[in-house]
């Protein structure tokens, strides 16, 4: 009986790891896009300011 409340409580534990690193993973998407966004912007700045400088 404590044995299987035991691999019970461990299985949900897994579970709940899993979901975790899910999270996870979706928020290092998140980061890596705004990132990606961000470098971009500051390409776009640097062009703007180059055109502006040099008209």
């Known amino acids: 009986m404590v044995c299987a409340v035991l691999l019970e409580q461990d299985a949900r534990l897994h579970r709940h790891a899993g979901e975790c690193d899910k999270g996870s993973e979706a928020r290092e998407r998140q980061v890596d896009e ?22």
Do not use: T, V
């Open 34 to 55: 705004l990132d990606e966004r961000l470098r971009h912007a500051d390409r776009a700045e640097h062009a703007l300011q180059e055109r502006e400088g040099h008209g």
